[in-house]
């Protein structure tokens, strides 16, 4: 049960950060606003660390977890892309679903197969992620080359290698800040580099910063709640459920921008609670 209780808190957090997220890179650009994100994540996380300690983790748990900071990080920088590109109505449900699929691949062979109950809660879930991903039917999934998918393919690879490798690094390990702190410097690093070789100026409006730090806070929360899923639960469960974090980010959009969710975005949310339901069993 604490698992499903952290992923679901993860999907929230995410969520929730996605939507600041999307506000921040209508004010800083794609690569600004991801950099940004994890730099301030990982200023607050040196901030707890000085507070809060606990034992520094193995080297190999460290380099996984920077490997899979890095790969989360491309991966959201490919969904910012190809959203910003007119391919949302692809990339959003293609990614969600990509980063979904890979860790429950990996764990019916690493842990064995779910139960019975478990698989039809999967199936549910896949179904709800792509069905919340879908807009009006304006923007309705449509696809007229395969080509379209490289970059939500890219970003689903990305949030799912960063699933799968998370959950390698923090096997039999209590640390939790120390796994996020590796994740992100080497992201920030990685991003830092990114952005001075495309000589962008990393001047903040003054109006972005209240959106461009509840975005990095947030998107710590998501990561923590999801270490801790990993930590209390099995790798499928923990990141299938934090897969749902478009329907925070929809439901958001309806709340204070006034977005219409449509009658398949509907559907999927109540298809998510089923399938949260079918995991507490």
Known sequence: MLSIFYGILSALSWGAGDFAGGLATRKLGTYRAVFYSDFLGLLALFLVIVFYHEEIPSVSSLILAGVG???????????YYSMAHGQMSIAAPVSALFAAVLPVIVSIFTEGL???????GFGLALTAIWLI??????HRFHLDRFSDLRLPLLAGLGFGSYFILTHYATIGISSTVWIMIASRSAATLMLLAFVLARRESFTVPRDAWGVVLPNAMLDVGGNL????????GRLDI????????PGATVALAWAFLKERISRPQWAGILIALMAIALFAV
């Open 69 to 79: 900071g890095m790969l989360g990080s491309v991966g959201l920088m490919a969904l």
């Open 114 to 120: 779910p139960t019975r109950i478990h698989f039809v």
């Open 133 to 138: 991903s879908q807009g009006d039917s304006a």
């Open 225 to 232: 709640f999801y270490i801790l899923a990993l930590q209390s």
């Open 238 to 245: 923990s990141a299938i459920l934090s897969s749902l974090y």
